[in-house]
């Protein structure tokens, strides 16, 4: 790393070619998908604060640590596994590997190190229940999702979304070295949650879904079916975000918060069911990037009602 080599690229022809890179610190990264990573270490992170066990703060940031270190080194081998069609996509070709910047073969051994890494440690300092998760998290991600479904059923994201469910139950199990019915809940709604989040990128990013040959929803069943299953997953989705106040985990301000927030997402979603399929860009963009909002307001309010309740 930061030494200039020659760097293997693969075009969508099978050609070979070889520039002249010098991968950085940033290139590194940018490998571990730190967007996607952030939102796993705050959910985490909630998963163990709302855990009624307290930890050792260093084995509490040790965990966040181990955690984070295993989110990002999923995202550095699915970068390597989807190299060839993340070169076909403006939102992704100007990742490491498709740019260039990185070698295949670096990013490979670069996510499988840090996921010896942050399993291991974690393991071996805070509990082995929760590193069992940590792994399955990883081995569901690369295997499940990026190798199996992503490319073969437009049902990737309903199943695969699992693998970005998992950070609350390991958060909690850090702490608790078990899982009850509330870190359950949790995963549920980040389960819940994902399909219209990606399923509303993917509606104003179908063509180059289809570009790079995936079957993302838009592409297989076309824009109104999407649009009526955006609209379906967001009534489940404000549905389970009431289980933890029926469930009596959660107070008044999570319950009143959460039903604005849903209101809020039920509204883009309806707005996106009854928009035209010309007009896909307009009410899209607005739910992906609420979305993201919304998930992290929802845990955020969890966590401070459980001081309140």
Same mark, same amino acid.
């Given at each position: ?10 075009? *969508? ?31 985490? #992170?909630?998963?163990? /604060?709302? $855990? ?67 399993? /291991? ?19 569901? =991600?690369?295997? *499940? %999702? ?32 078990? /899982?009850?019915?509330?870190?359950? &809940? #949790?995963?549920? /709604? *980040? ?17 180059? %879904? ?14 109104? &079916? ?26 008044? #301000?999570?319950?009143? $918060? ?33 979305? *993201? ?13 459980? =001081?309140?309740?």
């Amino acid at each position: 790393m930061g030494g200039v080599r020659l760097v293997k690229s693969n075009s *969508i022809n099978d050609q070979i070619r070889f520039v002249k890179q010098q991968s950085s610190v940033d290139d590194y990264l940018a490998l571990l998908k730190p967007r996607v990573m952030a939102l796993a270490i705050f959910t985490s #992170l909630c998963g163990m /604060i709302l $855990s009624p066990f307290e930890l050792h703060p260093f084995l509490f940031f040790l965990s966040i640590f181990c955690i984070s270190l295993g989110a990002g080194a999923s995202g550095a081998i699915n970068m390597w596994f989807d190299r060839d069609i993340d070169k076909l996509m403006e939102r992704t070709k100007k990742r490491p590997i498709p740019d260039g910047k990185i070698s295949p073969a670096d990013a490979l051994g670069f996510g499988v190190i840090l996921s010896l890494i942050s399993v /291991i440690t974690l393991g071996l300092s805070v509990n082995y229940f929760a590193a069992f998760l940590l792994g399955f998290s990883i081995l569901f =991600y690369i295997f *499940i %999702y990026t190798i199996w479904l992503k490319r073969k059923t437009p049902q990737n994201i309903v199943i695969g979304g699992a693998a970005g469910a998992f950070p609350p139950m390991i958060g909690w199990a850090c702490a608790a070295g078990e /899982i009850s019915l509330f870190p359950i &809940f #949790l995963f549920l /709604i *980040i389960f819940i949650w994902t399909p219209p989040h990606f399923w509303a990128l993917a509606l104003y990013k179908d063509t180059e %879904y289809s570009k790079a040959n995936v079957p993302m929803m838009p592409v297989v069943r076309g824009q109104r &079916f999407t649009k009526n299953q955006i609209f379906i997953y967001s009534i489940l989705l404000s549905i389970c975000s009431i289980l933890p106040y029926i469930s009596n985990y959660a107070g008044e #301000l999570y319950l009143f $918060s959460a039903i604005f927030l849903n209101i809020y997402f039920c509204y883009l979603a309806y707005k996106i069911l009854k928009s035209s399929d010309d007009s896909k860009t307009f009410f899209a963009p607005k739910l992906f990037k609420f979305s *993201i909002l919304y998930l992290y307001l929802i845990f955020s309010i969890l966590v401070i009602d459980s =001081y309140i309740l």
